[in-house]
């Protein structure tokens, strides 16, 4: 089953930016000439993108603070927002850290979000709450639940730990896959549908807060190393436009307004912060690792 | 059989009443089994129809998932697609594999993913149509995810089926409660139909019963029913009935009394021809004593011919004494009266040189010394024929037993003599069932009237032979019977 999704993934992942290449100067312009005053946000679904009322926020606050109609855009997985935001379809993105790194030479950072004031987070492992697990070799066999194949702590921490502990990572779990959320694996982990999963710390943390009945149902058998918490990035070169910028300010000073505080409050987070680029290189340092495997 | 019997001894209006009783039963189960049968069948019809659609959806849902084996989507599409709040729920759902590998489940503690179904799992599930388990309440259908003809995988739905189930016996109660209700009602309505119909063949009954107990008697006018002329002229036919029997009684009464008057004649008559011939006798004497008196020994005849004769008048006059006009002021019979008795016999006994022995009732007769209510004049009269004659037909020096015994709430009196049997006369009377008529010759008119006692007292005469020789005559005459007591005064 891995190599089923891997292949699958690596062909729509292959066929997309080809085409990305083909159409993205073209479509970029027609979309700046068309809709120069909207802002079109890509999310990710590393957030909490299924709550109307975040999104709301989001967009409400966006708005307020940059003077542009708020164009957010959600896709299933991280490489279809990849995608957009490559081929100039989307004004900015906020991304998972590991599309950043893979397209670290068309992208450049915009901001990164701060939780619990630092710009960082963890990848956890988890399984259901009433077994005896507490450490990841005690996983082996699982049927195992991954977020997405672009994901840095819903993939590849994981990928990376067992190919540093010497395992295959294809054979060491019986069966994996995959739910295109975070939330979603906590979810499968907690009905029993697979043994374990690769959740971001981060949202098993918010969610530990806003749906206790669900967390309660999972535990941690292993908290990763910290990586740099995925960030707001844009196409490169499009970092000194007005749209680009005012998103910019609007997000490094969400602080100081109400509306920014409220969409701080819903996403958990303590605010916006800048950042160099090397902090994603750990994630870096796990691609590199895992060249020729995955 | 013995139901059966029972049930033919019940009064018409209540076997009718069962047999409505029954019939409507009969006809209540038969109507409450097809609608209960064409219910199961809607019920049925209903749950298909609800779970092919239930199934058709997620079929078509999760055929592109489980065409790339991706759990979580089926996982995600069946919770997505689970109805909350409908009748018949779906508790399980289940997507496999061709070869029934669960997919997923929403419930995937019960069927993990990727692993076999369970054999006893499927064994509830058949291929083409819903399967409904009564005693777990509980519904299974299975339909296979197609792809172009061919079969990707399956579906596998269990349904909570406690609310059809629970439909069905709200429906059979309620069935059984108004069938049941009306039953009965109809019963009623039957039973006091039948009532009504039969309530003047009751009456009938009735009358016929009691006239067969001797009181013949009309049917009254306000028995009479207003609406069947059926009946009012049945009874109209009874009591003219009733008038014609009235009118033959009182006509075989007064034959009775006409034929009394007779009796009556010929008793004075059998009297005069009675006393006559002592009175030839008497005369006799008298003219020898006149002529010869001076004779001892024809003086001493004529005085034997003279008390024999008068003794002979003696007794008939008793009889007529005791059968015609017994004392008003019956006392009842006491210790006192055999005393008398056998005081009054001696003379005779001594005559023929006989002993009388007499045995008393074993219990003491009570402070009055007397023996229940039986009438002490009449019963005296009695034991005094019957002593008479028993001393006449005994041998000189016999002895005769008086027994006195009280049975069971009655006097049993037995005589018992030593002489040669009674004639066939005497026999007669005694065992006949109806007194006869006045008995001709003298010999007959003691045993006569004793017989006349007896049947005044409601007693029993009989004769059995003594032994070695004799006769015994028995009496016997209830010992508690006030009403004896004044009809013999």
């Not at chain 1, 957010?72 to 927002?81: A, G, H, K």
């Not at chain 2, 009054?344 to 209510?373: C, W």
Request: hydrophobic share 40%; net charge neutral; charged share 25%.
């Amino acid at each position: 089953m891995p190599s089923l999704y891997k292949w699958g993934h690596l062909d729509r992942r292959a066929f997309i930016a080809s085409s990305a290449s083909v159409f993205v100067t073209a479509t970029a312009v027609f979309a700046e000439k068309s809709d120069k005053d909207t802002l079109r946000f890509g999310l990710t679904p590393v957030f909490l993108n299924d709550d109307i009322k975040l999104l709301s926020a989001i967009r409400t606050y966006l708005a307020d603070a940059t003077g542009y109609a708020i164009d957010l855009v959600t896709r299933r997985t991280y490489q279809e927002v990849t995608a957009l935001l490559v081929s100039g379809q989307l004004d900015a993105a906020w991304i998972c850290g590991y599309p950043f790194v893979k397209y670290r030479k068309e992208l450049e950072l915009v901001a990164v979000p701060q939780w619990n004031g630092k710009p960082h987070y963890q990848s956890y492992l988890i399984a259901a709450a009433d077994r005896r697990v507490t450490d990841v070799m005690e996983l082996r066999g699982d049927i195992h639940a991954y977020s997405d194949p672009d994901s840095n702590s819903g993939y590849l921490v994981t990928q990376a730990l067992l190919h540093e502990k010497g395992f295959d990572p294809e054979t060491f779990f019986n069966k994996v896959l995959f739910t295109y959320a975070h939330r979603n694996v906590i979810r499968a982990v907690a009905s029993g549908l697979v043994q374990s999963g690769s959740v971001d710390g981060y949202v098993w943390e918010v969610l530990k807060e806003t749906d206790p009945d669900l967390v309660s149902k999972t535990k941690v058998v292993r908290k990763s190393e910290w990586f740099g918490f995925p960030p707001v990035a844009a196409v490169k070169g499009q970092l000194g436009t007005r749209k680009i910028i005012m998103l910019q300010k609007a997000l490094l000073s969400s602080t100081e307004t109400e509306e920014g505080r409220m969409m701080l409050d819903y996403l958990r987070l303590s605010g916006f912060g800048k950042s160099p680029a090397s902090l994603f290189d750990s994630v870096a340092d796990n691609v590199a690792a895992l060249r020729g495997v995955l | 059989m013995i139901v059966l019997r029972r049930f033919s001894q019940l009064s018409s209006s209540v076997r009718i009443s069962l047999i409505v009783m029954l019939l409507m039963a009969a006809v209540s189960l038969t109507l409450s089994e097809r609608v209960l049968s064409r219910l199961s069948e809607n019920q049925q019809s209903y749950l298909e129809g609800l779970a092919n659609s239930y199934l058709g959806g997620v079929a078509a849902s999760v055929s592109p998932s489980v065409l790339r084996r991706d759990s979580w989507e089926i996982y995600d599409t069946l919770l997505r697609m689970k109805p909350e709040k409908v009748s018949v729920l779906p508790l399980e759902t289940i997507v496999t594999t061709p070869d029934d590998i669960t997919l997923a489940s929403d419930l995937p503690n019960r069927f993990p993913t990727f692993q076999p179904v369970r054999s006893e799992f499927l064994s509830e599930f058949s291929d083409d149509q819903m399967q409904l388990n009564t005693q777990s309440e509980l519904g299974f259908q299975m339909r296979p995810i197609m792809l172009r003809g061919d079969t990707i995988g399956k579906v596998y739905v269990v349904f909570d089926a406690s609310s059809l189930l629970e439909e069905r016996r709200e429906v059979l109660l309620a069935l059984l409660l108004t069938n049941g209700a009306l039953t009965i009602l109809f019963a009623g309505i039957g039973f006091l139909m039948v009532r009504r119909m039969v309530g003047p063949m009751q009456v009938l009954e009735n009358h016929l019963q009691t006239a067969t107990s001797g009181g013949l008697e009309r049917i009254a006018e306000h028995e009479f029913p207003k609406a069947s002329r059926d009946a009012r002229r049945m009874f109209s036919a009874f009591n003219t009935l009733v008038d014609a029997e009235r009118e033959r009684e009182m006509l075989v009464d007064r034959l009775g009394k006409e034929e009394r008057m007779g009796s009556l004649g010929r008793l004075a008559s059998g009297m005069a021809h009675e006393i006559n011939n002592p009175l030839g006798g008497l005369l006799n004497a008298t003219d020898t004593l006149d002529k010869h008196g001076h004779h001892e020994k024809a003086r001493r005849e004529a005085v034997t011919l003279i008390r024999r004769g008068l003794l002979g008048i003696r007794d008939i006059v008793l009889a007529a004494l005791t059968t015609y006009r017994l004392e008003k002021g019956a006392r009842p019979f006491s210790s006192q009266d055999l005393d008398d008795i056998a005081l009054l016999l001696r003379p005779e006994l001594k005559g023929r040189a006989q002993t009388l022995r007499i045995k008393r009732p074993d219990h003491k007769p009570d402070q009055r010394g007397d023996y229940g209510h039986l009438p002490a004049a009449a019963l005296r009269q009695a034991l005094l024929n019957l002593l008479l004659n028993a001393s006449k037909a005994s041998s000189q020096g016999a002895t005769i037993d008086l027994k006195m015994t009280e049975v069971q709430g009655y006097f049993l009196i037995e005589i018992f003599d030593q002489g040669e049997g009674l004639p066939e006369e005497a026999r007669q009377l005694i065992e006949a069932s109806l007194a006869s008529s006045v008995p001709k010759g003298s010999s007959g008119l003691g045993l006569w009237v004793v017989r006349q006692i007896a049947d005044e007292l409601d007693g029993i005469l009989s004769v059995r032979p003594n032994e070695p020789t004799g006769s015994v005559v028995s009496m016997k005459v209830p010992a508690y019977r006030k009403e004896a007591l004044n009809a013999a005064a």
